[in-house]
């Protein structure tokens, strides 16, 4: 009976695999204390890269804000933090990248602390029980990587087993997702810590009238840190799913090179953004999401449940108009763009995080808005999509109740 449960590994070893797929036993962020209000943005970010003599600029950007549907955002960069660090508000100095990266040094691992210890909190089990940590970042590079830093400063075992998955951008959320769900259904008993932890230290930019892209980069992106806990053969009445992991897929987008790309640069990440990125994922997201459809007999789209990366308003917009959405479909994503901006990787799991926190407060029959399957959906530089089809729980069996 105990080879029932082992697979066969390219080495053909016999491994012991779980049997049931993974799922999510909890989920938590974090943000940093400091608020931005949008409609305050311009003038801050004028005042403190003392570019207030760009009118134009100034009102252009002011226009791109205005455009964001975002209320406001927690970022890092403070007035004080750039004044302490002012090569990264003006280019001329030629470098900035030894300031960011000291930055992101710090507060990559130290956000992503703040919403693991409440992740944990929420799953109930020892910290000593985590076997595995999946981490995610678009904000720095450093070796050893924020994966041992953040192991360090939660106090995890020495033989944790790291995964550190830098520069993912914003489809990283559904990645490390991904790679979760591989490691807990093929090491039985595991019990992961995922993590993306994002910030604008590395890409934040001064205003630049030669690349107004910049702009709806720089009026976009927030910083925040979300923890996801996966394992497989949850043990009843001690692990609580709140959703089944019951696939989990990837494409890039045929044609779509430097629609969105990033270089490292002396002056931090050199960010491109072309206006085609809406058009490229709203005709390509079917073909993906339908390879999963088909395992679960075609639910129609909008008797699911959708955990979407809300990189901005227009692409949402064409999702909506591409499958035929109806309004209240992307609410808990819009949700998480007004509230937070575009949290990078974080994005799609702050969504999911809203989902099962609106089922709450609906009381509706599922953690996922009473919809038995849902999407999570991310997409980043390539343009890469990543996805993973979900299976709510019904909320009287397992849902955690946080007030
Ligand atoms: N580049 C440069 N300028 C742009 C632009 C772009 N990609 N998109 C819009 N603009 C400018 C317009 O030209 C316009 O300028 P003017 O007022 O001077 O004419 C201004 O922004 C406002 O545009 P619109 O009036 O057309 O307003 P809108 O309803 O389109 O809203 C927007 C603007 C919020 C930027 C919206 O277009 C949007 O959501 N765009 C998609 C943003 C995007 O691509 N997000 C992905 C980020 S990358 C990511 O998330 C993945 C990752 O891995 C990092």
Redesign the pocket.
Known sequence: AASENKITNRRGRQVAAAESVATVLAIATAVPPTEFLQSEYPDFLFRVCDCDAKIALKD?FR??CE??EIRKRNIFLTEEVLKANPSICFRDAGHSLRERQDIAAVQVPKLAQEAAVKAIKEWGRPKSDITHVVFGT?CGIHMPGADLQFSKLMGLETTVKRVMMYQI???GGAAVLRVAKDLAENNKGARVLVVCSEGTALGFVPPNEDK??E???T??FGDGAVCVIVGADPIPKVDRPLFELLWAGECFVPESDKA?YGDLTEVGMD?H???K??FLISDNIAKLLNQARKIVNNPNWNDMFWAI?G?????LRKIETALQLAPHKLAATREVLREYG?V?SGSCLFALDQIRLRSLAMDASTTGESCEYGFLCA???GVTMDALLLRSVPTTANFVDET
């Open positions: 252009k226009r791109i455009k964001t678009t951008g914003c489809s107004p892209e702009l709806v980069e009026a976009l969105v960010f953004l072309t206006r990125v809406p990366h990189g901005g308003p227009a692409i575009n990078y997409f980043g530089p």
